[in-house]
């Protein structure tokens, strides 16, 4: 079916930048969704930012204006630019993929760690 990879997380101080990347192995589809979600520890997961297959993207209030997401449709790839990064963007990073193929399944990679130090 699908895999998702990411890559990119990493150790970052306060007002850094990190760029994540989430590439999609399989058949996902021309009309599909890619995003990014986040989860603290001691909190839910909670969605960053996702773009549809036609370019439409949508952020969290917390990442607008600093978090830009962006995908490249031929390598199935997908990612998070994240700049003036803030101590509590600290957190594990999941890549997301909505599909209409495979009955509507939802797919997750396996995070990647995001550390902004004070």
């Known amino acids: 079916q699908v895999q998702l990879v990411e890559s990119g997380g990493g150790l970052v101080q306060a007002g850094g930048s990190l760029r994540l990347s989430c590439a999609a192995s399989?058949?996902?589809?021309?009309?599909?969704?890619m995003g990014w979600y986040r989860q603290a520890p001691g909190k839910q997961r909670e969605l960053v930012a996702h773009?549809?297959?036609?370019?439409?993207?949508n952020y969290a209030d917390s990442v607008k204006g600093r978090f830009t997401i962006s995908r490249d449709n031929a390598q199935n790839t997908v990612y998070l630019q994240m700049s003036s990064l803030k101590p509590e963007d600290t957190a594990v990073y999941y890549c997301?993929?909505?599909?209409?193929?495979?009955?509507?399944?939802?797919?997750w990679g396996q995070g990647t760690q995001v550390t902004v130090s004070s």
């Open positions: 399989g058949s996902i589809g021309s009309i599909n969704v």
């Open positions: 997301n993929l909505e599909t209409t193929l495979y009955g509507g399944r939802s797919f």
């Open positions: 773009i549809t297959s036609g370019g439409r993207a």
